[in-house]
T-cell receptor
Framework: AQSVTQLGSHVSVSEGALVLLRCNYS??????LFWYVQYPNQGLQLLLK??????LVKGINGFEAEFKKSETSFHLTKPSAHMSDAAEYFC??????????????FGTGTQLKVEL | EAGVAQSPRYKIIEKRQSVAFWCNPI?????LYWYQQILGQGPKLLIQ????????DSQLPKDRFSAERLKGVDSTLKIQPAKLEDSAVYLC??????????????FGPGTRLTVL
């Protein structure tokens, strides 16, 4: 079974500062990892995904994440925060399971606040 | 390209009543997912369809929840009877391929259910 742990349910940064959202995974097989963003009253939108190609993955809106197998981590970063980045961010893991299909297991989310 | 559509956006019911949610996936997407997102938690997969067949419903409370995807397009999720703990946002997602672990899932805006 696979799972993800997001450290910090709330993160606050100043506009222009580095954004770092932490995600650690647990998986018995090579994982595929995803970061999704959720704005208020909206569905989830994919930021980026790791599918065993390059370990440094670049996504939309200037976000990137690095897969580190030795640390079982997939932290999300952005060099300079913008007010529009304020949202909830979810890390998710998937792996093939018996019977086929793609089961995404989500973390509990990190609410990002960006202050002036 | 139109996104995943869901209706209604909001629903308030009394406990023991019935409720149904509707989802229209992105055109041509073969795989459809229903998730339950309780406040403060990440989405949890309830059921996954591949065309009109169920791939995974292991976390669907089958004594009260049911779902169908007639003709492999639209889907309906029903709760009968509802309990207080069913208060949540119900998210529908779709993906284009065969449910591969690397598929990107596209989410609708969700239906927020409040059970009083």
């Amino acid at each position: 079974a696979q799972s993800v742990t997001q450290l910090g349910s709330h993160v606050s940064v100043s506009e222009g500062a580095l954004v770092l959202l932490r995600c650690n995974y647990s998986s018995s097989v090579p994982p595929y990892l995803f970061w999704y963003v959720q704005y208020p009253n909206q569905g989830l939108q994919l930021l980026l995904k790791y599918t065993s190609a390059a370990t440094l993955v670049k996504g939309i809106n200037g976000f990137e994440a690095e897969f580190k197998k030795s640390e079982t981590s997939f932290h999300l970063t952005k060099p300079s925060a913008h007010m529009s980045d304020a949202a909830e961010y979810f890390c998710a893991v998937s792996a093939p399971f018996t019977g086929g299909g793609n089961k995404l297991t989500f973390g509990t989310g990190t609410q990002l606040k960006v202050e002036l | 390209e139109a996104g995943v559509a869901q209706s209604p956006r909001y629903k308030i019911i009394e406990k023991r009543q019935s409720v149904a949610f509707w989802c229209n996936p992105i055109s041509g997407h073969a795989t459809l997912y229903w998730y339950q997102q309780i406040l403060g938690q990440g989405p949890k997969l309830l059921i996954q369809f591949q065309n009109n067949g169920v791939v995974d419903d292991s976390q669907l409370p089958k004594d009260r929840f049911s779902a169908e995807r007639l003709k492999g397009v639209d889907s309906t999720l029903k709760i009968q009877p509802a309990k207080l703990e069913d208060s949540a946002v119900y998210l529908c997602a779709s993906s284009s391929h065969s449910g591969s672990s690397t598929d990107t899932q596209y989410f609708g805006p969700g239906t927020r259910l409040t059970v009083l």
